[in-house]
């Protein structure tokens, strides 16, 4: 009896293995077939997939895949090498990508809307706008040039979108109150360096412009040249971006205080758990006698295969162009369609 026992429980431990290696590869298929190029065929993707060992581990709490390499030796392959990876097999150099998070969401600014710049620009308008309204983001990015520096470095750009509808404000012609554009440009460096026991394993060096489009006293814009250096450790992963602001000739310049608002740097924070992702976003002018800065939350968790739920909570200076120096205290609620990794 003990013997049967025994084989039953060995049949069973090698059908869950087989059954959760299927499950995996079918997921595996389904991001590759979001993430490739169209000329990637059916068999390629079977063959990459036919690949996977292990997706996740036994307590479904690790952002890492286990995968075999040409000696059949199995190794760790972070959520984030992963998602460069799928970049790189991309063979379309001019394919599209997601650059930053790609949502839509029902915000409601819980600090009063920000009439002031709006009402000076039409004295004559009976300006009013409602505290809830669309928040929206799209972001994509293109691989412009690959293995430059000696295969060290690639060249992207991208463009990243934010607007803001008052869909509800319908005494107002439910007008989109700022929309800001943000083109920019980069180059990224793979990169295999420890500190403090965290993984360095990309750097980037890049210009952006970002503006609201608009003319007169309403005018918003500012360039700024960056790095960013990208680190991860387990399920965490982080993104230090410090910047400096292209000067302007101060008669062409619509918002001289704007680094005062927005600060000199961005720090990005990220955790995975199993398939929640929990994210923050800190900026900060690091000044002691006059201080400003933004605080972000984000939350992204699984509707369907291509939805996530989105819960994002916003805190400080600079949520658009048009409030740069103006406080706003947001919660929204939401779909999101990609998230950082």
């Known amino acids: 009896m003990k013997l049967m026992m025994s084989l039953l429980a060995g049949c069973w431990g090698i059908f869950s293995m087989q059954f959760a ?10 991001e590759q077939l979001a993430m490739s190029a169209d000329t990637v065929t059916i068999g390629e993707l079977k063959s990459r997939c036919d690949k996977l060992r292990i997706k996740r581990s ?11 390499d040409e000696d059949g030796m199995v190794t760790v392959e972070s959520a984030l090498a992963r998602r460069l990876s ?18 839509i969401i029902i915000s409601n600014n819980l600090a009063s809307p920000h009439e002031a710049p ?11 706008f409602q505290p809830w309204e669309t928040k929206f983001q799209l ?23 934010r607007s803001f509808w008052q869909q509800f404000n319908k005494a107002g012609s439910s007008p989109f109150r700022e929309s800001n554009h943000e083109p920019e440009m980069w180059l990224s460096f793979r990169n ?6 965290f993984h ?37 992963f982080f993104s230090a971006k410090p910047w400096w602001r292209i000067p302007e000739k101060l008669e062409d310049d619509n918002n001289p205080d704007i680094d005062d608002y927005l600060g000199n740097f961005e720090f990005i924070g990220l955790y995975k758990r199993g398939n929640q992702n929990f ?48 406080y706003s205290n947001s919660i929204g609620f939401g779909v999101q369609l990609t998230d950082w990794l």
């Open 200 to 236: 360095n394993s990309v750097v980037r060096t890049g210009i952006v412009h970002q503006s609201n489009g608009q003319a007169g006293t309403l005018s918003r814009s500012w360039n700024r040249v960056y790095a960013d250096f990208i680190f991860e450790k387990g399920n965490w």
């Open 118 to 128: 709006f009402k000076e620009a039409f004295p004559d308008k009976n300006v009013h």
């Open 58 to 68: 036994s307590d479904a709490n690790t952002a890492e895949i286990a995968l075999p």
């Open 279 to 326: 994210d923050f976003m800190i900026r900060d002018n690091l000044s002691t006698s006059d201080n400003h800065g933004a605080f972000q939350l984000n939350w992204s968790f699984p509707l369907s295969n291509n939805v996530r739920g989105y819960v994002q909570w916003f805190n400080g200076y600079g949520e658009s162009l048009i409030d740069y120096d103006a």
């Open 21 to 30: 290696i299927a499950t995996n590869i079918d997921q595996c298929l389904q």
């Open 86 to 103: 799928f970049e790189s097999e991309n063979n379309n150099p001019f394919s599209l990508h997601p650059h930053k998070p790609n949502y």
């Open 192 to 197: 295999d360096t420890t500190i403090f026991g």
């Open 139 to 161: 972001s994509l990015k293109v691989p412009l040039a690959r293995g430059l520096f000696n295969g060290q470095g690639d060249l992207y750009a991208a463009y990243t979108n």
